[in-house]
């Protein structure tokens, strides 16, 4: 049976429930894809929100930065709300009213825990990297004793989650389509435009087959619940 996260009040969707997935690993998926969130948090009484990588392990996903860093520190202190977001394509219909976006997201409630040993932090270090280059971790230094003590890590269990998406063609009313206007979904591809070398240093290192062959391809994956013009 697949295992599911339990729904709560801040992860229930009351609008398009449809696209709501609990599923545990549906949810991983889509954390394991992305390698920036976006982290909401409050300090000195006032929301906050900012964009930072992440790795996952498990049941937890990674964070890591300077000891100075506002948001660790008031992160820590409280609780955060961590968002995950793929857009895969963007769906053109023939009336601006339903043009929309096809996308993955995932949304995660929690408590941050801060990390202190120091094989965690370097195996967090790792997972990070792998979400953003699979291979770069074992091409480069790792972190040393005084680079570890000068970073704060915190992991925030995925214990309340949430995935959304939405997939599939436009939704257009009926009086609109036989509209002499092209209609469909545009697909979005993740390449590297190219790869400028840093200018000191050796200069005779090839550039790894894991930078040449990046490509991350959006996801074509149906809802089994067709989506629906608002009104």
């Given at each position: 049976?697949?295992?599911?996260?339990?729904?709560?009040?801040?992860?229930?969707?009351?609008?398009?429930?449809?696209?709501?997935?609990?599923?545990?690993e549906?949810?991983?998926?889509?954390?394991?894809?992305?390698?920036?969130?976006?982290?909401a948090?409050?300090?000195?009484?006032a929301?906050?929100?900012?964009?930072?990588?992440?790795?996952?392990?498990?049941?937890?996903?990674?964070?890591?930065?300077?000891?100075?860093?506002?948001?660790?520190?008031?992160?820590?202190?409280?609780?955060?709300?961590?968002?995950?977001?793929?857009?895969?394509?963007?769906?053109?219909?023939?009336?601006?009213?339903?043009?929309?976006?096809?996308?993955?997201?995932?949304?995660?409630?929690?408590?941050?825990?801060?990390?202190?040993?120091?094989?965690?932090?370097?195996?967090?270090?790792?997972?990070?990297?792998?979400?953003?280059?699979?291979?770069?971790?074992?091409?480069?230094?790792?972190?040393?004793?005084?680079?570890?003590n000068?970073?704060?890590?915190?992991?925030?269990?995925?214990?309340?989650?949430?995935?959304?998406?939405?997939?599939?063609?436009?939704?257009?009313?009926?009086?609109?389509?036989d509209?002499?206007?092209?209609?469909?979904?545009?697909?979005?591809?993740?390449?590297?435009?190219?790869?400028?070398?840093?200018?000191?240093?050796?200069?005779?290192?090839?550039?790894?087959?894991?930078?040449?062959?990046?490509?991350?391809?959006?996801?074509?994956?149906?809802?089994?619940?067709?989506?629906?013009?608002?009104?």
């Amino acid at each position: 049976m697949t295992e599911k996260y339990e729904v709560t009040e801040r992860t229930k969707l009351t609008r398009r429930p449809h696209r709501g997935i609990y599923d545990k690993e549906a949810i991983h998926a889509i954390l394991d894809e992305g390698f920036m969130c976006n982290v909401a948090y409050v300090h000195e009484g006032a929301p906050r929100v900012l964009p930072t990588g992440y790795g996952r392990i498990g049941d937890y996903i990674y964070i890591h930065g300077s000891n100075q860093s506002t948001m660790l520190s008031a992160a820590l202190s409280g609780e955060v709300c961590v968002l995950v977001t793929h857009v895969d394509g963007l769906v053109l219909a023939r009336a601006l009213y339903n043009h929309s976006v096809n996308y993955r997201s995932v949304v995660v409630f929690g408590r941050p825990e801060e990390v202190t040993d120091p094989q965690e932090k370097i195996a967090s270090f790792e997972a990070y990297a792998r979400h953003v280059l699979k291979g770069r971790f074992a091409d480069v230094r790792p972190p040393n004793s005084k680079e570890l003590n000068s970073t704060t890590v915190m992991r925030i269990p995925i214990a309340e989650a949430v995935a959304k998406m939405r997939s599939g063609p436009p939704t257009d009313f009926e009086f609109d389509l036989d509209r002499d206007c092209w209609a469909g979904e545009l697909l979005i591809k993740q390449v590297f435009a190219g790869a400028i070398r840093d200018p000191q240093g050796r200069q005779d290192v090839p550039v790894p087959r894991y930078i040449e062959e990046y490509e991350k391809l959006p996801s074509v994956e149906r809802q089994e619940v067709d989506n629906t013009p608002d009104a």
